[in-house]
């Protein structure tokens, strides 16, 4: 089965700057989704990017794909310690509703 | 709302004993997921039910593994019997078809340590 893959892997940054973390993927999507988990929880959903879209936008979160490279990127700007957490992208393909994940990215901001 | 509800939230057993693992979705959702969460594996996709039906359980590890749905609201992971390696985090999560379907909730996992 498929996996986002997330680079890089760990993150440090301090607070109010910009976090980039990118996923690929190997084969064709319908959608692709990005989950925020804190320490000891489960897995929130930010957003969903699909296969006709190149962007989007929800509060300080960007996303972008990039369906010819089989690629996606979040930005997180203006970072705050609260977004200390890891970051997982998703994949769905089309005909279910399975999402294969990605290793997870932790980011780390600094206050 | 109360999102996805599981029980127990830590679970000590030792190796050899049976271990359930409980989940309650959001209401109205038609679709429940269990995911595994290990370091060395990250989350893996075990088995998830559709209108309580079974539709994809090749995820799940072996035969001492077994995922019901009775009804729409409760569904239970067992493991049987249990072993050190099935020390992980385990998921639930739900979503609903008349809402897109594709965004899934999760619960908060069931920490379990099989000695």
């Known amino acids: 089965s498929q996996q986002g893959e997330e680079d890089p892997q760990a993150l440090s940054i301090q607070e109010g700057e910009n976090a980039t973390m990118n996923c690929s993927y190997k084969?064709?999507?319908?959608?692709l989704q990005w989950y925020r988990q804190n320490s000891g929880r489960g897995l929130v959903h930010l957003i969903l990017?699909?296969?006709?879209?190149r962007e989007k936008h929800s509060g300080r979160l960007r996303v972008t794909l990039d369906t010819s490279k089989k690629s996606s990127s979040l930005l997180i700007t203006a970072s705050r310690a609260a977004d200390t957490a890891s970051y997982f992208c998703a994949t769905v393909l089309y005909g279910n509703n399975r999402l294969a994940f990605g290793k997870g990215n932790q980011v780390v901001v600094i206050p | 709302d109360a999102g996805v509800i599981q029980s127990p939230r830590h679970e000590v057993t030792e190796m050899g004993q049976e271990v359930t693992l409980r989940c309650k979705p959001i209401?109205?959702?038609?679709?429940l997921f269990w995911y595994r969460q290990t370091m060395m594996r990250g989350l893996e996709l075990l088995i998830y039910f559709n209108n309580n039906v079974p539709i994809d359980d090749s995820g799940m590890p072996e035969d001492r593994f077994s995922a019901k749905m009775p009804n729409a609201s409760f569904s239970t992971l067992k493991i049987q019997p249990s072993e050190p390696r099935d020390s992980a985090v385990y998921f639930c999560a739900s979503s609903s078809e008349s809402k897109g379907g594709e965004t899934q909730y999760f619960g908060p996992g069931t920490r379990l340590l099989v000695l």
């Open positions: 990017i699909r296969s006709n879209e």
């Open positions: 084969t064709s999507i319908n959608n």
């Open positions: 209401s109205g959702h038609n679709s």
